[in-house]
């Protein structure tokens, strides 16, 4: 597919077209519509049609273009489209791929489904997806690509150039990559330029103009392979195993989507989003796991409204009360919220781990006697000048002090804890703070209301 197109179509006329070829199954009329449209455009025209449709156009299109819309959606929507295929037809589209996908979208399949499609394709191949499916997701090993751009050692520059002049297409996998080097048993022993390959003569061996390659093992995490391209302006960096054998190459690009597919993980967490959701996804699926967030929300507030019937009568004397009570939760949960932020941050850095717990919540308790004082002073002089009452003004601010300071010691140490129980800090952490925060703000607010009730009436 094209990098960019000005379609004479209407958007909606196109929809419509591609409805028609699909319910027909005109794979010429598919092609003609889809081939000039980028990746992302062809994606959301297959993303408008009902599952069957989208089953019919994968199958009928040319298998390059099949890949290119399975490459181009989001992981968890590849798996869906590549599991209602037929195991052949699926193998055929997956071999596109380049291995790192591959793996991707094999190793989120159910086992069974896995081996059918790995049945179907070259021994090689699904010797390799096999290989790659059993490394993490976010280490090196799950992130490499198995085709290498590599020569023997003892090769001579000829050989190489004569290998590059071949026109062989597998070098069009090579992206961004420098030659690597390998000894008899496969261990990367150097790295040449290109350049130094084009200025060399043909008849030196490679050892003579080759440089010691920098290389990351394959059990390397996501935040040491950032800090390995934020040091160097290396487009991929070669990737070897226990032994130094040089077992594949990840890129820049790699690192740097799933550096960005985590943050926004993570973001949808702390929001009740499990899971990679697309609004093209099943009804039911999607209700599910947005039911399993909310339904366990309905608990957590139960909680805080139970603080508030226990002050009823506080409440009903001084109704103004009900005015600040949501002000007090909200800005201290912002706080809380401001904190967890920076924990997240600082646990994805490995800046921190759950053992400095305790240095932490002393960093944000000093933040949170700073901002909950100044807060509780606007708030509170918002209060008295709006209701003429200080004593109202002295409740509210002295509360959202207290509550501030509690958030942000809440979200400071919080996800450290959870990360040491071996629970999903991100996940987490955002109703625990939401639940803590209203409860705690409830509390103080007709606490103080209730022992400074005279002077409130």
Not at 145 to 173: C, H, I, P, W, Y
Not at 241 to 259: C, F, H, K, N, Q
Not at 285 to 299: E, F, P
Not at 338 to 345: F, N, S, W
Request: net charge negative; aromatic share 4%.
């Amino acid at each position: 597919m094209t990098e960019s197109t000005e379609s004479i179509l209407e958007p909606e006329d196109l929809s419509q077209r591609v409805k028609a070829a699909a319910d027909d199954a005109r794979a010429e009329d598919l092609v003609a519509l889809l081939d000039p449209l980028t990746n992302s455009e062809a994606l959301r025209e297959l993303l408008q049609l009902t599952p069957v449709e989208r089953d019919t156009v994968l199958q009928i299109l040319p298998v390059e273009l099949a890949a290119d819309l399975i490459e181009e959606a989001p992981n968890e929507m590849a798996v869906e489209l590549v599991e209602r295929l037929e195991p052949d037809r699926a193998a055929e589209i997956i071999e596109q791929l380049d291995s790192d996908i591959q793996a991707d979208v094999i190793g989120e399949l159910e086992e069974e489904d896995a081996e059918a499609i790995l049945s179907e394709m070259d021994e090689e191949d699904a010797a390799d997806v096999r290989r790659l499916s059993a490394y993490d997701d976010d280490t090196a090993g799950g992130l490499m690509m198995s085709e290498v751009f590599k020569f023997r050692d003892d090769q001579t520059v000829g050989n190489v150039l004569r290998q590059l002049a071949s026109d062989d297409e597998d070098f069009e996998r090579y992206r961004g990559q420098h030659p690597y080097i390998v000894d008899a048993d496969g261990r990367a022993v150097g790295v040449v330029s290109l350049r130094s390959l084009l200025t060399a003569k043909r008849s030196d061996k490679l050892t003579t103009i080759m440089v010691p390659p920098l290389t990351v093992p394959v059990d390397a995490t996501l935040d040491q392979l950032e800090d390995v391209f934020d040091k160097h302006p290396f487009l991929g960096v070669p990737v070897v195993d226990e032994s130094g054998v040089l077992v594949g190459v990840v890129s820049r690009t790699a690192v740097a989507d799933a550096i960005r597919e985590r943050s926004e993980s993570e973001s949808l967490k702390r929001q009740g989003v499990v899971g990679d959701e697309l609004r093209s996804m099943p009804l039911l699926l999607r209700s599910r796991r947005r039911l399993a967030w909310l339904t366990a929300n309905i608990g957590l507030n139960i909680i805080a409204a139970s603080v508030i019937s226990a002050y009823e009568e506080t409440l009903a004397a001084v109704i103004a009360l009900a005015i600040f009570l949501p002000m007090v939760s909200d800005m201290s949960g912002c706080s809380g919220n401001q904190a967890v932020g920076v924990t997240m941050r600082e646990l994805s850095l490995g800046l921190v781990r759950p053992m400095d717990a305790f240095r932490v919540w002393v960093k944000e308790i000093s933040v949170g006697v700073i901002n909950g004082v100044a807060l509780g002073i606007l708030i509170g002089m918002v209060a008295w000048l709006w209701k003429g009452n200080p004593a109202l003004g002295i409740v509210i601010g002295v509360a959202l002090a207290l509550n501030t300071m509690l958030a942000v010691s809440i979200g400071g140490v919080v996800p450290l804890l959870l990360k040491r129980l071996g629970q999903d800090p991100a996940a987490a952490s955002g109703p625990l703070l939401t639940t803590i925060t209203d409860m705690a703000g409830f509390f103080f607010v007709l606490s103080l209301a209730t022992l400074l009730m005279p002077w409130l009436v």
